[in-house]
């Protein structure tokens, strides 16, 4: 019996992410399966490209609602109508509440471009740039309640050049974006990530 990995996806923009699961892991010979994918904003080019891959997508416009909870229980029942193993937030632009992270923790993971616990939240690219720092990158990592503050799973160094910008710095950070986070994905699916405490051990083999 072949058991697939189920995964569901939420974004709030480009998708570029998303695409890279789907490249290299979506019902390829991997057992992974992209569920849904959810987004906060309808008008964006990550749901077209889940629908070009006849992948389920759901808007769960946040503006519509006058809680987080309310929005947030929305978003849950989709999710456990799926039955998904794994929840991979995907440059989706949003805090999720202690709510949403007990009801699910650790099923969740987020790409974020810095090498964390350095700067995190936005901006992430102009903060490393600000601070001068040689080396910037990113970080894979289980969400918690903080803010890009989860236990770390993988991370990925990126050289910051002296006459780098914030779009330079962003690009080639985002390649390597596109690699670490499937190959967490199907880390995971293969249960070779354990989490003690904050500590990850990952099973290489």
């Given at each position: 019996?072949?058991?697939?990995?189920?995964?569901?996806?939420?974004i709030s923009g480009k998708g570029s992410n998303l695409q890279s699961i789907i490249d290299r892991l979506h019902i390829k010979n991997n057992n992974i399966e992209i569920k849904c994918v959810i987004?906060?904003?309808?008008?964006?080019?990550?749901?077209?490209?889940?629908?070009?891959?006849?992948?389920?997508?759901?808007?769960?416009?946040?503006?519509?609602?006058?809680?987080?909870?309310?929005?947030?229980?929305?978003?849950?029942?989709?999710?456990?109508?799926?039955?998904?193993?794994?929840?991979?937030?995907?440059?989706?632009?949003?805090?999720?509440?202690?709510?949403?992270?007990?009801?699910?923790?650790?099923?969740?993971?987020?790409?974020?471009?810095?090498?964390?616990?350095?700067?995190?939240?936005?901006?992430?690219?102009?903060?490393?740039?600000?601070?001068?720092?040689?080396?910037?990158?990113?970080?894979?990592?289980?969400?918690?309640?903080?803010?890009?503050?989860?236990?770390?799973?993988?991370?990925?160094?990126?050289?910051?050049?002296?006459?780098?910008?914030?779009?330079?710095?962003?690009?080639?950070?985002?390649?390597?974006?596109?690699?670490?986070?499937?190959?967490?994905?199907?880390?995971?699916?293969?249960?070779?990530?354990?989490?003690?405490?904050?500590?990850?051990?990952?099973?290489?083999?």
């Amino acid at each position: 019996m072949i058991i697939i990995f189920k995964v569901a996806v939420l974004i709030s923009g480009k998708g570029s992410n998303l695409q890279s699961i789907i490249d290299r892991l979506h019902i390829k010979n991997n057992n992974i399966e992209i569920k849904c994918v959810i987004s906060n904003n309808k008008d964006v080019l990550g749901l077209k490209r889940a629908k070009d891959s006849d992948i389920c997508t759901y808007t769960v416009n946040d503006c519509n609602y006058k809680k987080s909870k309310e929005y947030e229980k929305e978003i849950i029942n989709i999710i456990d109508g799926q039955s998904i193993d794994l929840i991979v937030l995907a440059g989706y632009m949003r805090l999720l509440s202690p709510y949403f992270i007990d009801y699910y923790y650790p099923k969740i993971i987020n790409i974020h471009p810095s090498l964390l616990p350095s700067f995190p939240g936005l901006n992430a690219q102009q903060q490393a740039l600000d601070y001068g720092v040689k080396v910037s990158g990113c970080t894979v990592h289980f969400v918690d309640k903080g803010v890009d503050s989860g236990p770390i799973i993988k991370q990925k160094a990126v050289v910051v050049d002296s006459n780098d910008t914030v779009n330079s710095l962003s690009k080639r950070i985002l390649k390597d974006e596109h690699k670490i986070l499937p190959e967490v994905i199907k880390l995971l699916s293969l249960n070779k990530v354990k989490l003690k405490n904050r500590t990850v051990i990952i099973e290489e083999r």
